[in-house]
């Protein structure tokens, strides 16, 4: 049992005009087997949490704390984050010149579990994961993300997910730029991945379509760089019904 | 490095030095036998103006020990290799001397080093060059290319060396040819080289320099297109350490119509003070309708007060082409890349190497030698280690 738990975090970038504080005191808490759905209009800062939580360099934590059953996730580099088992699929996945997916794969779960796979499984393993999200084994000798499609790469994620097994996962705009056969295979890609390992699920996403595939336990309304409205499953569905209009008037008043 | 086109082209990816070079066209540059018809080695020379002067005096006035280089053949298949006068008719026939190194070491060599691929089967010819010593060396290599042969040829050059060197590539109709140089001298290791490859009808020729160690290697190749249908890969790798000056000048000559040709030079700056220079150049001539050319070079910095230059140069002299295209980037490690690695995982040293040697995979993967490929894979492995962070 795995706990996330984020406390009144703001979060700063750096700009032209100096800094700029995106998120404004977020509170969170995520268990292991929970789904939860963050929900929030263009620029209300989703997509910081997201890279925050991962530690990307160019978020700034000026306040708050994020804990990972209790370590300091803050005082950790990116590698030991994603080592203590925190995983971020990225909306826009990196391509890497010249290191084939294979190479990629294996390099990280030899990270990850501080020790290489056994051979013979791990192939096996890999073959299996890129049947079920439905890419063809060729994708191993490819680069990594390199000449992908939108979809190829987001399928690339879940196979990663798949096979770092990771005790949490933020999943950052997955949904973005799928068709609908697409999102189908990634989302029942995350819920099989959630079923064998118990996973916890920071889902975060503009639209309410990819819940209708990946169910979420909880529902978080991301206004203004902080939680706006929280509740259940219901509320994603009002939100489908409303839109965000509400919360931006509210915040702009 | 950035992977998008767009970056290869904003203004902060390029170290092109001194973009207010007088330019002088390729076509124009003189070529002769004789010392005098040449500019003199000064650094304000086309030819000159990016290499350490003081560090190759010694092939640049004087003379030089004229004997044959020592070499271990490995030959295999239909290959063979003599030394004959430099007075031989197979001597002089793919280029001439464009600058006074490459001048002095034709008129200081006595016998040519000729290696002859016959079209009977197919070839292959390791020069291991491990014992030339520290002292002035010139020599002149001619490898001959029969029709319709298939070739491989491999200097594989290690130690010391203060060597200045011309090769001549004469490869003949419809054959196949893979050169490769392999440098993996020491540092203090001196060796100026230029390569004059003359390509016929229908037949294709792979160059490629791989400099992996010395301390001033410049090996310019010249691919002269000669003949219809001829084609040139020219690729280039290379890393370069604290105090070593790795340059290339490359130079395709596309002379007839439906020539083809490729060049890809890339290389890691992996040591403070670490110096490449790459200047390509590309001329299509007038009779040379249909040719189709891209040329690129990139360079990825990795340490404090290394420096690129990256110089493409284009000349076209018919409007009938089928392409024509360069890409000149130079840029330190994209940070998106290895925050990528580093989120699954992967430490920052190893995401490091791992970036590097992505980055020059690409060109070694083009070099259809597995002995090659095997051998640089393994040394790359233990020259990445100090990759610094």
């Known amino acids: 049992m795995s706990t996330l738990t984020i406390s009144d975090l703001h979060v700063s970038v750096e700009t032209d005009q100096g800094p700029r504080e995106i998120l404004r005191g977020v509170d969170l808490v995520i268990n292991s087997g929970e789904t939860h759905a963050v929900m929030g209009p263009n620029g209300s800062g989703k997509s910081t949490l997201a890279y925050t939580i991962a530690g990307h360099p160019k978020y700034t934590v000026t306040q708050g704390s994020i804990d990972f059953d209790g370590q300091n996730v803050l005082e950790m580099s990116v590698d030991e984050r994603a080592r203590a088992g925190i995983f971020l699929a990225m909306q826009y996945p990196v391509e890497i010149p010249g290191v084939a997916v294979s190479n990629f794969l294996r390099t990280a779960k030899t990270a990850i579990d501080g020790e290489a796979p056994p051979i013979r499984t791990w192939v096996k393993d890999v073959k299996q994961s890129m049947s079920d999200m439905r890419m063809d084994p060729s994708f191993g000798e490819r680069n990594v993300n390199e000449g992908f499609s939108g979809g190829e790469k987001k399928r690339h994620e879940i196979v990663q997910l798949d096979l770092l097994k990771p005790k949490m996962a933020v999943l950052d705009e997955t949904d973005s730029g799928l068709d609908v056969d697409a999102l189908r295979i990634v989302s029942e890609g995350v819920n099989r991945v959630k079923e064998e390992t118990g996973l916890g699920v920071l889902l975060i996403t503009h639209y309410t379509r990819i819940l209708r595939y990946i169910k979420p336990d909880f529902v978080h309304v991301f206004v203004n760089g902080r939680i706006a409205e929280e509740g259940g499953p219901a509320l994603a569905d009002r939100l489908e019904a409303e839109g965000y209009d509400r919360f931006t008037e509210t915040t702009d008043a | 490095m950035a992977p998008s086109t767009s970056a290869e082209h904003s203004p902060a990816a390029f170290y092109n030095a001194d973009a207010l070079a007088p330019i002088q066209t390729r076509r124009e540059r003189l070529s002769s036998f004789s010392i005098d018809d040449l500019n003199p080695v000064s650094p304000r ?75 009977q089967d197919t070839s292959e010819v390791w020069v291991l060059r491990d014992s030339l010593g520290a002292s002035a060396r010139a020599g002149h290599t001619v490898i001959d290319v029969a029709p319709f042969a298939k070739t491989t040829i491999v200097f594989d050059n290690r130690g010391s060396a203060m060597l200045s060197e011309n090769v001549e590539i004469h490869v003949g109709e419809s054959a196949t040819v893979v050169v490769v140089s392999l ?67 490359v130079y395709v000559n596309h002379d007839a119509p439906n020539t083809v040709s490729r060049v890809n030079y890339k290389g890691a700056l992996r040591g403070a003070g670490a110096r490449t220079v790459w200047i390509g150049d590309v001329l299509i001539g007038s009779d040379a309708t249909g040719t189709d050319s891209y040329e690129q070079n990139r360079n990825l910095i990795l340490a404090e007060g290394a420096r690129a230059d990256s110089i493409p140069n284009l000349e076209i002299e018919t409007g009938d082409i089928a392409g024509a295209g360069h890409a000149s980037a130079t840029g330190r490690f994209d940070d998106e890349q290895l925050f990528y690695l580093r989120s699954r995982g992967i430490s920052e040293e190893e995401a490091r190497r791992l970036v590097v040697r992505g980055f020059l995979n690409e060109v070694l993967a083009m070099i259809p030698v597995p002995r090659i490929q095997a051998l640089v894979h393994d040394e790359l492995d233990l020259a990445l280690e100090e990759v610094p962070v």
């Open chain 2, 183 to 249: 440098q993996q001298w020491n540092d203090t290791a001196v060796q100026l080289a230029s390569h004059f490859a003359r390509v016929g009808a229908n037949a294709s020729l792979t160059h490629a320099v791989v400099t992996l160690g010395g301390g001033v290697v410049r090996i310019n190749p010249t691919a002269h297109l000669a003949e219809t249908a001829a084609s040139a890969t020219l690729l280039g790798l290379y890393t370069a350490d604290s105090g070593s000056h790795i340059e290339s000048q």
């Open chain 2, 45 to 119: 020379s086309a030819e000159w103006r990016y290499t350490p002067l003081d560090r190759i005096e010694q092939l640049t006035a004087g003379t030089r020990d004229g004997s044959d280089i020592p070499a271990v053949y490995d030959i295999t298949g239909a290959a063979s290799v003599s030394h004959m006068p430099m007075t031989d008719a197979l001597v002089g026939r793919c280029g001439r001397p464009e600058e006074v190194a490459s001048a002095r070491a034709w008129q200081d060599t006595h016998n040519a080093l000729v290696i002859t691929a016959s079209a």
